[in-house]
């Protein structure tokens, strides 16, 4: 299956998609990056992931994301992506990866061990069927593991050419500050990126871990910006059978999806209609509105969306009015706790 090449636009540079310096390294990732979280597994057809990949490409997004156990099942979308990017040029293309939840079964198989960190990047290369990953994470804090031992796998994987670039995800900003010191002190490979959770209804990195990596000059890579999903217009009219509320219930949650919250959607929609966006667009452009940001990382379940979100671009400033006013429509929202670490 899938053994022509594809043709990508011949347009796809002409400044659709804008890129942004990753830290202070040599790498430029888009604005909008595409994460392979959910739907590319194997429950989705092959033509919808293949269509959304050719069409992010098209538009300028180069770097696609995922994680040893993005599926479902785990693996599947490492090998189901890997035979789609297998058809554009590896050269144009930053492909990450990353391991420390649960892979595989027994000791191994999770968290921030040498063990586990290096037997996952061979299985993710060989599923992917590349030489090498552009950037490779510690997906999580490992408390049990010492840093030094997580950081100097890491090292490890670039000195053998299988990682060019090493990044955390999920580290809160202390054991970030220490894991930037023990790469210094013991002449690691320096950090290139930190990915965390980050969107209008998550702000937890602006108390600290954004000036953390700045100071460092880490680049930032923000996931789930549109809470997934909910900072769209998806749900502003009930719940679609179709979504990721219905489909995966133990992410986006019933609690996620509370009437107060729900109401306060419907206010950021009016004020994104006002800039004249969509909800979905004025949510990564409020992530982009920070320069210490270098990607909004989203995820897709179609063409129509990645189509959209990169509109996205194109009108990123805010006025301080907008600001405020969306200030006013966040601050009173509680969210439930993150399933992702933060401080
Ligand atoms: P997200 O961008 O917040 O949510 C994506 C979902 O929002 C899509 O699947 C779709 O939901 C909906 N959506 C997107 N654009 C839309 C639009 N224009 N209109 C209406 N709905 C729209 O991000 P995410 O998928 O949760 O996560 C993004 C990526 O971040 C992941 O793929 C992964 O690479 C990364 N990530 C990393 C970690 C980590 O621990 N490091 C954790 C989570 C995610 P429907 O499917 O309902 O249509």
Not at 165 to 189: H, L, M, W
Not at 327 to 332: E, F, G, K, R, T
Request: with cysteine.
């Amino acid at each position: 299956m899938f053994d022509t090449l594809q043709v990508p636009d011949e347009h796809r540079y002409d400044g659709r998609m804008k890129y942004r310096r990753c830290g202070r390294s040599g790498l430029l990732l888009p604005e909008i990056s595409l994460g392979c979280w959910h739907n590319f597994g194997d429950r989705t057809p092959p033509e919808q992931q293949r269509s959304m990949i050719f069409k992010a490409f098209d538009l300028g997004i180069t770097h696609f994301d995922l994680a040893n156990n993005y599926g479902p099942p785990f693996g599947a979308a490492e090998r189901n992506v890997g035979r789609i990017l297998k058809q554009l040029p590896r050269d144009e293309l930053a492909i990450s990866t990353k391991a420390g939840y649960i892979m595989w079964p027994g000791p191994h198989g999770e968290w921030g061990s040498r063990k586990h960190l290096l037997a996952s990047l061979d299985q993710s290369l060989r599923r992917l069927g590349v030489d090498y990953v552009d950037i490779f994470y510690s997906h999580r804090l490992d408390a049990e593991t010492p840093l030094e031992e997580t950081l100097g796998a890491l090292d490890s994987a670039v000195r053998a050419g299988k990682a060019l670039y090493v990044g955390i995800s999920s580290y809160p900003s202390d054991q970030t500050q220490s894991a930037i010191e023990i790469c210094r002190d013991n002449k690691f490979q320096r950090l290139l990126i930190h990915q965390p959770n980050y969107s209008m209804l998550n702000r937890w990195i602006e108390k600290r871990l954004l000036d953390v990596c700045d100071d460092a000059g880490l680049g930032v890579i923000a996931f789930c910006p549109l809470y997934q999903g909910l900072l769209t217009d998806k749900y502003l009219n009930g719940v679609p059978t179709l979504s990721r509320h219905v489909v995966a219930p133990h992410f986006l949650r019933e609690l996620d999806m509370q009437p107060a919250i729900l109401d306060s959607i419907q206010k950021l929609n009016d004020i994104a209609r006002e800039r004249g966006q969509s909800l979905a667009q004025m949510s990564i452009a409020w992530i982009l509105r920070d320069p210490r940001i270098t990607s909004v990382l989203c995820g897709a379940s179609g063409v129509d969306q990645i189509v959209e979100n990169c509109h996205a671009v194109n009108h990123a400033r805010f006025t301080d009015e907008e600001l405020l006013q969306i200030n006013d429509v966040l601050v009173p929202i509680k969210m439930p706790l993150s399933l992702w670490a933060a401080d």
